[in-house]
């Protein structure tokens, strides 16, 4: 019979996999607690509709990259992001009548159709915030700080802060028509993903990775368009502020005017955490400033700033944890005794398992000593005499005592 296996760009984590997930997560509870954001669990499919007008049409996610299904003429989508579903669920709980600002996080799986390779899952994990209610900028570096602060608890260091600002839709507008016309002439020239983004989003141009576009961009009059200072005023401000704020913080950051980002949804601020140990896909986190989203979903008009990490790229560089070790293992040959006093001892708050084999007692400590600290030896001389032995496994070390003294000794 054919073994089926796990779908190509998923991946099973393992047993051994879990004291880094249990620590990822773990740390977002305490850090972003700290910060008074609450965990929100959103479902895993939403109305397709929610990404198209949430992520927006024109992104190369809700082209290409959705798991897009029909269930009793619906058309539902397993979500590639978890921005447009915590807004979904916001507006839909009325959120908005909370004293703002709404400070949220979550944690879970994401689903893109992309072409699996390191770094790139097609079912993979995010961790991320988003922040309601509040458009000063003294939002942005919270939210900024949080990511930071996350990163620090762990033990992440080697990142660096990418900061840019794409403005609000007004001065935008006149970029995107700078833009379009320095880039008219070349046109032809671009990939065919481009001349569809010069279309419908001219600012994710910058986006593009193909060679052939990047040296059109590189051509001197693009560049000054691309490096000009575009911005108005009132938006110039707020990105001054955020970067005062950040400096008075002592968070390093760098301005990239490139950085553009994947979804329809930002304006002003966007920023991306990247690592200098992980290859290619190096980007660890990536947010902005979304102030029209809940407005464009159905609700208020409410500004909101977040950002999402991915998972599988943090646990890569957290490395591995060793799994804890149980405290106990009962090694006996009766079963019936065993199995009392290891239930005894996990009702005392101890962590014990047994032996189901009645295999040779070194047989069954040298299986102990790969999983647990303690072995609890209990042979046919000591359910004669009440007494137990205790073999510390890691040292080899060991006694017998009275078995009322066992709980003590091993607490
Ligand atoms: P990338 O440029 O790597 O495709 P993105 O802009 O599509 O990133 P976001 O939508 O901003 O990514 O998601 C935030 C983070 O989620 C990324 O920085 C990355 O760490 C992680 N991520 C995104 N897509 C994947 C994927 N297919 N597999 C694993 N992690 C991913
Ligand atoms: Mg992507």
């Not at 979500?79 to 507006?91: K, M």
């Amino acid at each position: 019979m054919t073994i089926i296996k796990a779908q190509k760009g998923t991946k099973d984590i393992l047993p051994a996999d879990m004291p880094v997930w249990h620590f990822m997560e773990e740390k977002a509870n305490e850090v972003f607690s700290k910060y008074g954001a609450k965990e929100i669990r959103t479902p895993i499919f939403e109305a397709t509709e929610l990404f198209a007008r949430g992520v927006g049409d024109t992104t190369y996610i809700v082209n290409k990259e959705m798991y897009t299904f029909e269930k009793s003429e619906r058309s539902l989508t397993l979500r590639p992001e978890n921005t447009a579903g915590v807004v979904r669920s916001f507006i839909e709980n009325g959120m908005h009548r909370l004293s703002m600002p709404v400070k949220l996080w979550y944690k879970g799986p994401m689903f893109r159709y992309e072409r699996p390779q390191a770094g790139r899952q097609r079912q993979f994990h995010q961790v991320g915030v988003e922040v309601f209610g509040i458009k000063q900028p003294a939002a942005d570096a919270e939210v900024i700080l949080m990511a930071v602060n996350y990163l620090k608890a762990l033990g992440l260091n080697d990142l660096s802060v990418e900061l840019n600002s794409l403005g609000c839709p007004k001065c935008r507008d006149n970029f995107k028509n700078s833009l379009k016309q320095v880039l008219k002439p070349y046109l032809g020239e671009l990939c065919e993903d481009c001349q569809t983004r010069y279309e419908k989003n001219p600012l994710r141009l910058l986006d593009c990775k193909v060679p052939e576009c990047q040296e059109i961009f590189a051509k001197p009059e693009v560049r000054n368009v691309i490096f000009s200072d575009f911005i108005c005023e009132e938006c110039a401000e707020h990105f001054n502020a955020l970067k005062s704020y950040l400096d008075e913080l002592k968070i390093t950051y760098s301005v990239n005017k490139l950085l553009v980002r994947g979804l329809d949804y930002y304006n002003r601020t966007v920023f991306e955490i990247k690592s200098n140990n992980l290859g290619s896909q190096n980007a660890v986190c990536g947010g902005g400033r979304y102030d029209s989203l809940v407005k464009n979903l159905g609700g208020e008009d409410i500004p909101a700033i977040g950002f999402a990490m991915g998972m599988e790229r943090l646990a890569s560089l957290i490395g591995k944890i060793e799994e804890t070790k149980t405290t106990a293992f009962v090694v006996s040959n009766n079963s019936a005794e065993a199995i009392k006093l290891s239930e005894e001892l996990r009702n005392n708050g101890i962590s014990c398992e047994f032996d189901f084999s009645n295999k040779k007692f070194v047989k069954q400590i040298e299986k102990a000593s790969k999983t647990a600290k303690y072995a609890i030896i209990l042979g046919e001389d000591e359910l004669k005499t009440g007494k137990i032995t205790i073999k510390n496994l890691e040292t080899s070390e060991q006694k017998t005592i009275s078995k009322d003294l066992l709980l003590s000794e091993l607490k």
